[in-house]
């Protein structure tokens, strides 16, 4: 047991969202010890939610947690009347948004607050975040202790239960057992996916081409599946908290951008259960992104959401975002050493925007650097940062 970094907000109902084995039960369990609970993974709990919505949500009094709520959308409904007229608290989670986060909003619209709980951030079962990623710096003993840590954070990714564990076979083999019921079995069921071995497919390909923008026609050929195939099961993937994408953006007066979108997992732990051969620095830019989409989730960056951005001449930047002082590019190098000719895609990148705009460098050294107007930060620097 460690104390997450999500706070929720007082005296409110909430949908907490979150991929399998995130550890939502557990948060939830924890910090509202009181509360009533049910989870429809229970099969009769389920058939009752299904056949008396009101009944079911009114057994459980005025402080509930009704976990896995993806598998009764339609719940909401009694949801929003025992809030309505019984004054309820109700903390809800999901592991899916499919289906859900249109009845929620259909439903518990200014009713609720939807919060994300992704995989544990670098570092969050040490303790409380001891430095900002950006705009701070973590000292020279905490990088060193994190750079030792860092080949099994790219081997194992961050499931809480795994960092509980202590040999590197415990830890493979629990990836193992995620990969062949969380990632597969249970997001067939819930996305009423039929073709396994198509699923497979997709993720396997899916790894080879991270860092890379995919049009539905061109991977759906070489994943070896059809096109709606294709687009669906990348839907499922998303939606199912596994993968997030980042699209296109002209952030820059160019006539022509790559629109198609890049995906990546949500954590590098799904990446490497799959044993699908990703490069080194497929695996770095996966899990830097992967990291810096947590602290986004959990309000430590301030974004909608991230972008890439691309042109057809081959400028390209690896994630780009709009918060309230200007745009903030990022770029990831999977070299120790960095040197002016490493920047020359920021600095391009920054050279072409009418606003303000701040670049980062993520590199595999141990030195916060500056070259020019791009500021080189050490991967490490994710360690406990926030």
């Given at each position: 047991?460690?104390?997450?970094?999500?706070?929720?907000?007082?005296?409110?109902?909430?949908?907490?969202?979150?991929?399998?084995?995130?550890?939502?039960?557990?948060?939830?369990?924890?910090?509202?010890?009181?509360?009533?609970?049910?989870?429809?993974?229970?099969?009769?709990?389920?058939?009752?939610?299904?056949?008396?919505?009101?009944?079911?949500?009114?057994?459980?009094?005025?402080?509930?947690?009704?976990?896995?709520?993806?598998?009764?959308?339609?719940?909401?409904?009694?949801?929003?009347?025992?809030?309505?007229?019984?004054?309820?608290?109700?903390?809800?989670?999901?592991?899916?948004?499919?289906?859900?986060?249109?009845?929620?909003?259909?439903?518990?619209?200014?009713?609720?607050?939807?919060?994300?709980?992704?995989?544990?951030?670098?570092?969050?079962?040490?303790?409380?975040?001891?430095?900002?990623?950006?705009?701070?710096?973590?000292?020279?003993?905490?990088?060193?202790?994190?750079?030792?840590?860092?080949?099994?954070?790219?081997?194992?990714?961050?499931?809480?239960?795994?960092?509980?564990?202590?040999?590197?076979?415990?830890?493979?083999?629990?990836?193992?057992?995620?990969?062949?019921?969380?990632?597969?079995?249970?997001?067939?069921?819930?996305?009423?996916?039929?073709?396994?071995?198509?699923?497979?497919?997709?993720?396997?390909?899916?790894?080879?081409?991270?860092?890379?923008?995919?049009?539905?026609?061109?991977?759906?050929?070489?994943?070896?599946?059809?096109?709606?195939?294709?687009?669906?099961?990348?839907?499922?993937?998303?939606?199912?908290?596994?993968?997030?994408?980042?699209?296109?953006?002209?952030?820059?007066?160019?006539?022509?951008?790559?629109?198609?979108?890049?995906s990546y997992f949500c954590d590098v732990g799904v990446m490497?259960?799959?044993?699908?051969?990703?490069?080194?620095?497929?695996?770095?830019?996966?899990?830097?992104?992967?990291?810096?989409?947590?602290?986004?989730?959990?309000?430590?960056?301030?974004?909608?959401?991230?972008?890439?951005?691309?042109?057809?001449?081959?400028?390209?930047?690896?994630?780009?975002?709009?918060?309230?002082?200007?745009?903030?590019?990022?770029?990831?190098?999977?070299?120790?050493?960095?040197?002016?000719?490493?920047?020359?895609r920021l600095n391009s990148f920054g050279s072409r925007v009418?606003?303000?705009?701040?670049?980062?460098?993520?590199?595999?050294?141990?030195?916060?650097?500056?070259?020019?107007?791009?500021?080189?930060?050490?991967?490490?620097?994710?360690?406990?940062?926030?």
């Amino acid at each position: 047991m460690f104390t997450r970094w999500l706070e929720f907000p007082k005296n409110r109902s909430v949908l907490l969202i979150g991929p399998r084995r995130s550890g939502k039960t557990t948060l939830l369990r924890s910090r509202f010890p009181d509360y009533a609970y049910a989870t429809l993974d229970d099969f009769d709990l389920l058939l009752w939610a299904r056949s008396d919505p009101k009944g079911f949500v009114a057994s459980l009094g005025r402080q509930m947690i009704i976990d896995e709520i993806q598998r009764c959308p339609e719940l909401t409904v009694a949801v929003k009347h025992a809030i309505d007229e019984n004054g309820a608290r109700v903390l809800m989670s999901g592991s899916s948004t499919l289906g859900l986060l249109d009845a929620a909003a259909d439903s518990l619209a200014g009713r609720i607050e939807i919060a994300a709980l992704p995989t544990a951030c670098w570092g969050e079962e040490e303790g409380a975040p001891t430095h900002e990623v950006f705009g701070g710096r973590a000292n020279p003993a905490q990088l060193a202790e994190a750079n030792r840590r860092l080949e099994a954070a790219l081997a194992f990714g961050q499931f809480p239960e795994l960092l509980g564990l202590g040999s590197a076979e415990e830890k493979r083999q629990l990836l193992r057992n995620y990969r062949d019921t969380y990632f597969l079995r249970d997001l067939m069921q819930l996305a009423s996916l039929e073709n396994a071995e198509g699923l497979r497919v997709i993720l396997h390909h899916l790894c080879r081409s991270i860092g890379s923008h995919l049009e539905i026609a061109g991977f759906a050929r070489e994943a070896g599946v059809s096109v709606p195939t294709a687009r669906k099961y990348l839907n499922s993937l998303s939606q199912a908290q596994l993968v997030f994408k980042l699209y296109g953006h002209p952030f820059t007066a160019a006539k022509r951008f790559i629109k198609a979108a890049k995906s990546y997992f949500c954590d590098v732990g799904v990446m490497q259960s799959l044993n699908a051969g990703p490069s080194d620095g497929q695996v770095l830019e996966n899990f830097v992104l992967a990291e810096l989409e947590k602290r986004r989730k959990l309000g430590f960056i301030d974004s909608e959401g991230f972008h890439f951005f691309k042109t057809p001449a081959g400028l390209e930047v690896d994630a780009v975002w709009e918060g309230r002082l200007g745009l903030n590019a990022v770029e990831i190098k999977s070299s120790v050493r960095v040197g002016p000719q490493d920047t020359r895609r920021l600095n391009s990148f920054g050279s072409r925007v009418d606003k303000p705009c701040r670049c980062y460098l993520f590199y595999r050294g141990l030195e916060y650097l500056r070259l020019g107007v791009v500021e080189v930060i050490p991967v490490a620097a994710l360690w406990r940062g926030r």
